[in-house]
């Protein structure tokens, strides 16, 4: 298994054959699942005529091998671990094979597995070979017939892609029903599922008119749940037709609910395959941020049947072309259904702490990336977000009508084929009549761009003078970097007026926010007829995936936490200034000095806390009274002193605690309300409100906080509140009083694997040092299972992902404890094992002691017989 090769992007070659229609048999039986394959095959016109016929198939026994009938003799084919060849093929023909597959021994849980007694598959990127002999790769597309016959009493549901056309029994007390796909695609969009599923159904009558048929189908306890992933589903499809013109295609629209799954979702043809944790809501068992997550990924993967289904990828090295393009349209459709900022906020709060964490590591590569070793691997957050934030510029810089416009032509022009990137970006190019030839670098390079800006203000000649520098620092396998497009949204605040002022740059007036662009190493941007000093309010919205510096001093940022008009810059200022008192802090933790905390910081959050009662949006205001997280504040340091982050972190939230209490109390008790719960954008807003407060209350560590905590959990009212509080107990010190509830709460929920991965992550997640016991404790729990990984990511991933002071406990412990797992489950599920990874590769952010003992669990790690996955993830480790 070891030493695999890497794929490269220059040697893409068209198929020598490809596939016009699949016609697909499955004889379901856990232990061995007949597939009968018959495809249409065709020879690529200019390829020659004696080239053999290559098929990818893994883990597959095949029993049986025919061309146009004629059953093939030993010597016409090979078969080896990779696939299938047929060494002389005609031009075109038909070919039947026969293979059977086993199921329930599948825990990579790629192709077709079991979970929960159910079947079903996960064919992206490459789990169809595990299926039946198929040409694998995006850019062949086929329709499909597909047939599945079950047994009537374990399987009485058999479901495929596309519409059904035929059921029927069979004898022994099995059944089949046949499904047609009238849409070509490439076979990673493949599903079926079968099982003793129930369904809720309901109705959408399309832009045109036509009437389309939405089915969930979950496990019958589930039935309940479902509402919330409906109603998001139809919101979404209203959406698309409003937004981008675009309406579903096929008559049926079906989400099964699995509960063992590797990501969130998968938006296979006509039948969404969702983790259950994607789907499944209900007030009593749903966070306010779970029930946003649905809504989201039922709106991703609803998008993804025309930008990724109906326009799909050409290989997997343009997978952010689906990508990218789908989570800015799922962002955007977020950002319009609740609350547009706080979107924003949270997505890039989470986008420049994890994303930015993958750009400086070992595994950083494009968002186009030119190589690979497993394609699994490269799911990242730099193709999802980075994708989607290079999508976003775009729309930025072209504006929204063309890019609309650019869309409309991307998706009629392309329609039913396998496209790349530049097809894209060459229909916006062109629906604007901008040269996008220098903005296309943003997929090619690697790394976060850092710009270093400074400004002087003129009094005499009323100029502002901005200069820009960039660089983008080298990555692997990419020491050198050009210089990048980037737009850069912008205002000048005034110091007097507090307002955006007039900007006039060479002779040309334009308005009080504007986007400059960056395209050289360094420019200087001269605004004339600034009539008093300004403060600048730089990359406004987050305007580029950059890191952006400028020399603010507190009273600037306090200032235009104060002032800005850009809500998302207000939010930014707020953390660089909590940023600021944080540094010293750590600094003075390090250096054994007294903790002073600034009394700027106390006062913008006293301000803040003053805007309550009048705010019209308390979730942003909720976000603007949550410091940088411990992770963010590790990005910024030079090398990350994990302890000091924590006693810094909680020095400010005590201090703020105690020096702004009754605020807190009177926003905490404003904010409670006994009505019903909905995930509305207003209740949610007043409820984050409230359980920020709550927090600083808690962080206080007195009776009072605790009670309210106890209180807020005792009412049981709805899961995000009870949820919090729950956490709040379990984190703070007091935690003998954590006990009982955490008992209350696991026995009361020991039903639902939804609620125990909550129950399992808020132990983990504690600050305290017992936390790694814990851990170890809870894996030997009877609820625990490496086979599957929402549990897995509950309890380890958690642990190891969250929980930073315990994960790197100097004495290694925590290492050792992550190395295991990875261990165990490379067998098990190498997908999981490599994305677990990752918090160990970045070792060499930490000091000599704990990367020493973080490369030793990476050298222990490499010593095994490795998975593909893991193997290309510790490789890449270690050669730093
Ligand atoms: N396209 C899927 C990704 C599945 C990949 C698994 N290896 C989910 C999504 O982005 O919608
Ligand atoms: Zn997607």
Known sequence: MSDPKPTYLSDYRPPAHRVTHAELSFDLDPAATRVKARLHVERHPEREAAEPLVLDGEQLTLEAIAIDGQPLGEDEYAVDEHGLTVHRVPERFQLDTEVT???????????????????????????????????????????????????????????????????????????????????????????????????????????????????????EENLDKTDHAMASLKRAMRWDEETYGREYDLDLFMIVAVNDFNMGAMENKGLNIFNSAAVLTHPHTATDAAFQRVEGIVAHEYFHNWSGNRVTCRDWFQLSLKEGFTVFRDQCFSADTNSAPVKRIQDVAFFRTAQFAEDAGPTAHPVRPDHYIEISNFYTLTIYEKGAEIVRMLRNLVGWEAFRSGSDRYFERFDGQAVTIEDFVDCMAEASGQDLSQFLRWYSQAGTPEIDAHGEYDYAECEYRLTLRQRTPATPDQPEKLPLHIPIRMGLVGTKSGEDLTLTLEGEQLGRDTVIHLREEEQTFVFSDVAEAPVPSLARGFSAPVKLRFPYGREDLAFLLANDSDGFNRWDAGQRLALLALDDLIAAHRNGVEKVMDPRVVEAFRSLLAQADTTDDKAVLAEMLTLPSEAYIAEQQPLVDVDAIHAARTFVKQSLALALRDDFLAVYEANRSDAPYAPEPEQIGARSLKNVALAYLVAIEDDAGIEHAQQQFAAD????????????????????????????????????????????????????????????????????????????????????????????????????????????LNRLNPEIAARLITPLTRWQRFDEGRQELMKRELERIRAEELSPNVYEVVEKALAQ
Request: charged letters at 25%.
């Open 717 to 824: 009212h709805n899961m995000t509140d009870v949820r919090h509080a729950l956490t709040l107990l379990t984190h703070s010190s007091r935690d003998d009083l954590s006990d009982p509830a955490l008992r209350a709460f696991g026995e009361k929920w020991a039903h639902d694997p939804l609620v125990m991965d909550q129950w399992f992550s808020i132990q983990v997640t504690r600050p305290q040092s017992d936390a790694l016991e814990r851990v170890r404790f809870l894996m030997d729990h009877p609820a625990f299972s490496l086979k599957n990984p929402n549990r897995v990511r509950a309890l380890v991933g958690a642990f190891a992902g969250q929980n930073r002071v315990n994960f790197h406990r100097p004495d290694g412990q925590g290492y050792q404890l992550l190395a295991d797992v990875v261990i165990e």
């Open 101 to 219: 597959i086993a199921p329930q021994e599948n825990t990579a849980l790629e192709g077709l597995y079991q979970s929960n007694g159910m079947y079903c598959t996960q064919c992206e990127a490459e789990g169809f070979r595990r299926i039946t002999f198929y040409p694998d790769r995006p850019d062949v597309m086929a329709t499909f017939s597909t047939t599945v016959i079950g047994d009537v009493e374990r399987e009485p549901v058999l479901l495929a892609n596309g519409n059904p056309v035929e059921r029927g029994t069979l004898p022994g007390g099995r059944h089949f029903v046949t499904w047609e796909d009238p849409f070509p695609k490439p076979c990673y969009l493949f599903a079926l599922v079968a099982g003793d599923l129930e369904k809720v159904e309901d109705r959408f009558t399309t832009a045109s008119g036509r009437e389309v048929t939405l089915q969930i189908w979950v496990e």
